[in-house]
């Protein structure tokens, strides 16, 4: 028995042994796996405690060059979400198109950066937002590009095992530089074209605005009206040009009233190509020739000369025998439309439409040996085939043909037409020859205003109309059912 149990005790120590054994197998293969897991992940988080200085470094320095000059982000290529271009920085952080690798504790590191154009709500000035862009309304809703605005995001991949790893790291970069011009007094001299490159006392035109009475301010020439002022081109100074940021005017209001504003800019002193001249008639070349009653006299009018205007001329011409009236709103007596609803219109530099005089009736500006113009609901149009019509040259702003009255015949624009220009070289013209400035409003059309909401209050203008252009002029209209606003200021904000 003795013997048995001894056998017995020995037989179980061994199984513990085993047991033992195979116990601390496993818990030494458990600490080496772990031991291993542990190594990997501290090289991985080793690896990547050193690409994200590496992408920070090329974000910061993308945003220097963007603070620098705006343009060496902006006119890259812009990555989609199809195809992404890649930029890097040279060792003389010049833009390269391609990736650039680094080497940090022995791991390739690859890093490059991409640009992506930016939506915003409120025609481009609000918010940064995800959704496709819309059209833009004249009241400044809908989805456009801001160019004025960049996302960039800067990347490093490198290997790790059999997968590459990355760190990213983005960016929304802005425009954010700004100047302003405040223009504080219109006393000087109409007609001047420009550029300017500070503000003054002149301008490019006015209609139905007091510039005087008031020193340096502007107020309706007449109580419960309207009237308009078109400023001397500015130059901004800026070769590569700027955007242009927002609208603002100060001085009084009144109750019914309103101050708005139109932009046009260029990249030409003279104003984009195409599109007809617009503006006043030139204080030299202003004269057409009739046979009967001599010169008419498109500059010289009492509180300044006729005007083209985008759609139509405004004011008089004068004569021995009378004021001719080219716009009913706008005649020597003030608003006759309520009896007669004419004026000479323009489309593109082809004018129509009828003028009067109180001696010799209406002078048509277009037409034939049936009719004269017509009325087609919104405003004046040619006959079918017309024999004659009265035209303005885009290239030189210089008027051409001929317009008819019934009593005194044939008036002529430009002695080119009679052919007499080496005896009588007379002809009319608007100022600022070739010039092509469109002005308008939020949806990109002369119909539109950006409507202020009260003195001392920007209003944004919509930079994708307006971007990397050099030039600019303003138009300002004051309106008002009852007594006349006051502007003093006119302060521009634009970003170089």
């Given at each position: 028995?003795k013997?048995f149990?001894t056998?017995?005790?020995?037989?179980?120590s061994?199984?513990e042994v085993?047991?033992a054994?195979?116990i601390g197998?496993?818990?030494?293969?458990?600490?080496?796996g772990s031991?291993?897991?542990?190594?990997?992940?501290?090289?991985?988080n080793?690896?990547t405690?050193?690409?994200?200085?590496?992408?920070?470094?090329?974000?910061?320095?993308?945003?220097?060059?963007?603070?620098?000059?705006?343009?060496?982000?902006?006119?890259?290529?812009?990555?989609?979400?199809?195809t992404?271009?890649?930029?890097s920085?040279?060792?003389?952080?010049?833009i390269?198109?391609a990736?650039?690798?680094?080497t940090v504790n022995?791991i390739?590191?690859?890093?490059?950066?991409?640009?992506?154009?930016?939506n915003?709500?409120?025609?481009g000035?609000?918010t940064?937002t995800?959704s496709?862009?819309t059209?833009?309304?004249?009241?400044?809703?809908g989805?456009?590009?801001?160019?004025?605005?960049?996302?960039?995001?800067?990347?490093?991949?490198?290997?790790q095992?059999a997968?590459?790893?990355?760190?990213s790291?983005?960016?929304?970069?802005?425009?954010?530089?700004?100047?302003?011009?405040?223009?504080?007094?219109?006393s000087?001299?109409?007609?001047?074209?420009g550029?300017a490159?500070?503000p003054?006392k002149d301008y490019f035109?006015?209609?139905?605005?007091?510039?005087?009475?008031i020193?340096?301010?502007?107020?309706?020439?007449v109580?419960?009206?309207s009237?308009?002022?078109?400023?001397?081109?500015?130059?901004?100074?800026?070769?590569?040009?700027?955007?242009?940021?927002?609208?603002?005017w100060?001085?009084?209001?009144?109750?019914?009233?309103?101050v708005k504003?139109?932009?046009a800019?260029?990249?030409?002193?003279?104003?984009e190509?195409g599109g007809s001249?617009?503006?006043?008639?030139d204080s030299?070349?202003?004269?057409?020739w009739?046979?009967?009653?001599?010169?008419?006299?498109?500059?010289?009018?009492?509180?300044?000369?006729?005007v083209?205007?985008?759609?139509?001329?405004t004011?008089?011409a004068?004569?021995?025998?009378?004021?001719?009236?080219?716009d009913?709103?706008?005649?020597a007596?003030?608003?006759?439309?309520?009896?007669?609803?004419?004026?000479?219109?323009?489309?593109?530099?082809?004018?129509?439409?009828?003028?009067?005089?109180?001696?010799y009736g209406?002078v048509?500006?277009?037409?034939?040996?049936?009719s004269?113009?017509?009325?087609?609901?919104?405003?004046?149009?040619?006959?079918a085939?017309?024999?004659?019509?009265?035209t303005i040259?885009?290239?030189?702003a210089?008027?051409?043909g001929?317009a008819?009255?019934?009593i005194?015949?044939?008036?002529?624009?430009?002695?080119?037409?009679?052919?007499?220009?080496?005896?009588?070289?007379?002809?009319?013209k608007v100022?600022g020859?070739?010039?092509?400035?469109?002005y308008?409003?939020?949806?990109?059309?002369?119909?539109s205003?950006?409507?202020?909401?009260?003195?001392?209050a920007?209003?944004?203008?919509?930079?994708?109309?307006?971007?990397?252009?050099?030039y600019?002029?303003?138009?300002?209209?004051?309106?008002s059912?009852g007594?006349?606003?006051?502007?003093?200021?006119?302060?521009?904000n634009?970003?170089?």
């Amino acid at each position: 028995m003795k013997n048995f149990s001894t056998k017995n005790n020995g037989g179980q120590s061994l199984i513990e042994v085993l047991i033992a054994v195979s116990i601390g197998a496993l818990i030494i293969g458990s600490a080496a796996g772990s031991l291993i897991f542990t190594v990997r992940s501290n090289q991985q988080n080793r690896a990547t405690d050193a690409a994200s200085p590496l992408a920070q470094e090329l974000l910061d320095n993308v945003r220097s060059i963007a603070e620098s000059k705006w343009q060496n982000i902006y006119n890259l290529t812009k990555t989609t979400g199809v195809t992404t271009y890649p930029y890097s920085l040279d060792d003389s952080l010049v833009i390269v198109a391609a990736s650039q690798q680094r080497t940090v504790n022995n791991i390739v590191y690859t890093r490059y950066f991409t640009v992506e154009n930016v939506n915003r709500d409120v025609c481009g000035a609000g918010t940064i937002t995800a959704s496709v862009e819309t059209s833009c309304s004249s009241l400044q809703i809908g989805i456009l590009q801001d160019p004025s605005t960049q996302k960039i995001t800067a990347k490093v991949t490198w290997p790790q095992g059999a997968t590459t790893a990355e760190v990213s790291v983005s960016e929304y970069l802005t425009r954010s530089k700004n100047e302003i011009n405040q223009f504080t007094d219109w006393s000087g001299s109409t007609g001047v074209v420009g550029p300017a490159t500070r503000p003054g006392k002149d301008y490019f035109s006015q209609s139905g605005l007091d510039a005087t009475t008031i020193p340096g301010a502007l107020q309706l020439l007449v109580p419960a009206s309207s009237g308009w002022l078109i400023s001397s081109t500015f130059d901004t100074e800026v070769t590569d040009g700027v955007a242009m940021n927002s609208l603002m005017w100060k001085g009084v209001p009144a109750g019914g009233s309103t101050v708005k504003f139109q932009l046009a800019s260029s990249n030409s002193s003279t104003g984009e190509a195409g599109g007809s001249p617009t503006g006043p008639i030139d204080s030299t070349d202003r004269y057409a020739w009739n046979d009967i009653i001599g010169w008419l006299d498109f500059y010289g009018a009492p509180g300044g000369p006729a005007v083209v205007a985008t759609a139509k001329m405004t004011r008089w011409a004068t004569s021995t025998d009378g004021d001719f009236a080219l716009d009913c709103a706008t005649t020597a007596v003030g608003d006759v439309c309520a009896t007669s609803n004419f004026y000479v219109s323009n489309n593109n530099g082809n004018l129509a439409g009828w003028a009067w005089n109180d001696a010799y009736g209406w002078v048509s500006f277009c037409g034939n040996s049936s009719s004269g113009s017509t009325w087609d609901g919104s405003t004046w149009i040619c006959p079918a085939s017309p024999t004659y019509q009265v035209t303005i040259t885009q290239a030189t702003a210089e008027f051409h043909g001929w317009a008819w009255n019934d009593i005194i015949g044939w008036i002529s624009f430009n002695c080119a037409e009679p052919g007499v220009c080496l005896t009588s070289n007379y002809k009319v013209k608007v100022a600022g020859a070739g010039s092509g400035w469109t002005y308008i409003g939020p949806d990109g059309s002369s119909s539109s205003f950006y409507i202020t909401t009260g003195q001392g209050a920007p209003v944004p203008i919509v930079t994708a109309h307006h971007n990397n252009k050099r030039y600019y002029r303003y138009k300002v209209y004051l309106e008002s059912t009852g007594a006349s606003p006051v502007v003093n200021d006119v302060i521009v904000n634009w970003s170089p």
